[in-house]
């Protein structure tokens, strides 16, 4: 298993390293349904990328990935141990907690390391035409 790279005040704040889009518009959110236009998200252009989307009328907090597997995946952006952030862990095929407790999870949510009680809430997408449509229930 691996850490990410983070210094005690990053992990005593919970200073996540992955950032919402430079591109604001690349991704829009209606009746349930995210849609995030790959050709506008650069960050998520090579495995390891990540990008986090955080709005009011977004439901959920939201961690998108380009796994390790060449997937992308999505995530409930809200660590199960004490509801602090996650980041990708490149190389790894895991996303962990930003905080003290480096809570860390596989792909389908389940716990590897640390103190969080639960799974990982996963948000079911479809890659069509270089979009992603992910479900938020
Ligand atoms: S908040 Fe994530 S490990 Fe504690």
Redesign the pocket.
Known sequence: MNFNKRNIFQRLFGVCITQPPQDPTCWSFKDGLLIVDLDRTSELTDPGGAIRLERDDLPDKVLIIHGDDGNYHAFQNV?Q????HLDPVPGDNTVQ?C?????TYDYEGKILY?S?KDKLKIFPLDLDEGKLFINIE
Request: charged share 25%; proline share 0%.
């Open positions: 660590c141990h004490g509801k602090r907690c905080s003290i407790g480096k809570a640390g969080a």
